[in-house]
C-alpha cells in the first residue's frame, strides 16, 4: 500500500473551506509582498486592516468579543498557510497571545474595549516582556510602573519587540513592586497611539525573519489610564504570563513543522528538476535517503503537534507536553532546513530561494518563546 497524503485528524469540511480561503488570500495578498516586507523590514499597516476583513485575525476568539468563535484549529489554518510559504514577518502570533491574555485575564469591560478592534486589525498587538537585561529570567525585569492617582507612569526599556514598530497595543509587562521580584510584576495593556514619552528605538537588524519588525521600546515617564492594568489586578502578572504559555509554545511548534512540511515539498520538488552527471540528482541514493529521512521526521513531529493540537482545544494541554513541541521541532526544523539547503546545493544559499530564507528564518526558533534550554528545565522538573 502506497503512503497516502496526510491530513491533520482535526481537520473537517468547515476547516478545509476555511484553509481553501486563507491559502487563495495568503498567496495572491501576501506572498507578492513578502520581498518588500523584507527590504523594508516591516509588514504594511494596511494588510492587517485587510487580513481583519476578510476573517482571519483572532479567529479562535469568542464572537461577543469580535472574534470570530472559532478554536485553536482555525487558527492553525493561517499559521500554517503562512508558515509553509516562509512568511515570517506577519505576527500574527504575538498578537493573538496578547488577545489570550485580555480574553483569560481582562475584565469583561476591558475585552469589549480591546478585542474587537484587535479582530478587525485596527489595533496590532505585540508582546512587550524581554528587556536588556532580563530576557529568560523574567523575574528580573525592571521598567516600572508607579501609580499616582488615576494614572501609571511607566519608565523603562524593551528589547527584541515583535511587531515593535507598528504595535498599536502592547501587553506590557512591568514591575509594580520592586520588593517582590515575582509578585511585583502586573501586566498594562498600552495603546501607543500618540502616546507622550512612548518612543519605538531601531528595529533590530536580524539573522533572519528580516519582514519582521522586532524592535527597542522606550518609556519615559510615560502615563497610561490604571484601567489598562489586566483584569485590574496588581501582582499577578507572573501568574497571568505562566499560564498562557501552552499556547505560545504550540504557535511555534506548529509554524515550525509547518514550515518543514514546506520546506520539503519544495526540495522534492527541486530535486526532481536539478540534473547534474547525466541524472536528476533525486535519483542518487544519498538524495533520495536525506529526503526519506526529512520526510519521517517532519512526519513524526506533525504528528506530535496534531495530539498537541486537540489537546489544547479540549483544554488539555499541560506546559511540559507544550515544552516537548517547541524544543523537539525547533531543533528538528533546524536539522530539516539544513538538509534542504544542501539538497538545493549554491542555490541554497540565495534568498530567492525559499529554503534559503526558511533556513535563516528557523534559528531563532530555538531562542525565542522561551530557549529550548528553558524548555528542557521545565521538563525534567516534572520528571
Ligand atoms: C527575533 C526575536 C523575536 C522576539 N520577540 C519577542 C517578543 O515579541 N516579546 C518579547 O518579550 N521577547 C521577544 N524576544 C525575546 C526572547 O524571548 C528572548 O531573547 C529569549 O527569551 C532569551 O532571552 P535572552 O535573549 O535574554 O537570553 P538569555 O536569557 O541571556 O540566555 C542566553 C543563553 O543562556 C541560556 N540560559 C539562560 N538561563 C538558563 C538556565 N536557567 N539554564 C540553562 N540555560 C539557560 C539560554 O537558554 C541561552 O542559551 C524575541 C527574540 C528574538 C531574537
Known sequence: MSMKPYESPWMDDDLRMLREAVSRYVETEMLPKDARWRAQHHVDRETWRDVGAAGFLLMDVPAEYGGGGGDFRHEAVLYEELARRGISGFGQGVHSIAAHYVLN????????RWLPRMAR???IGAIAMTEPGAGSDLKGIRTRAVRDGDEYVVNGSKIFI?????ATILMLV???????????????????????????GRVLDKMGMTAQDTSELYFEDVRVPADTLLGLVEGK?????????????LTIALGGVAAMEGAVAETAKYVRERKAFGHAIGEFQNTRFRL????????VARTFVDKCIEQLVKGELDTETAAMAKWWVTDMQQQVMDECV???GGYGYMN?????RMFADSRVQRIYGGTNEIMKELISRSV
Open 121 to 123: 486589525g485596527e489595533l
Open 292 to 299: 526519506a529521512e526529512i520526510v519521517t521526521i517532519t512526519r
Open 237 to 249: 502578572g507572573m501568574h497571568q504570563l505562566m499560564g498562557d504559555l501552552p499556547y505560545e509554545r
Open 174 to 200: 512591568v514591575r509594580t513592586d520592586p520588593g517582590d521580584r515575582s509578585r511585583g510584576l502586573s501586566i498594562l495593556m498600552v495603546e501607543t497611539e500618540g502616546l507622550k514619552g512612548y518612543r519605538v
Open 352 to 356: 530567492e530561494y525559499l529554503v534559503c
Open 162 to 166: 515583535t511587531n515593535g514598530s507598528i
Open 105 to 112: 485575564y481582562g475584565t469583561e469591560e476591558q475585552k469589549h
Open 342 to 344: 544542501q539538497l538545493h
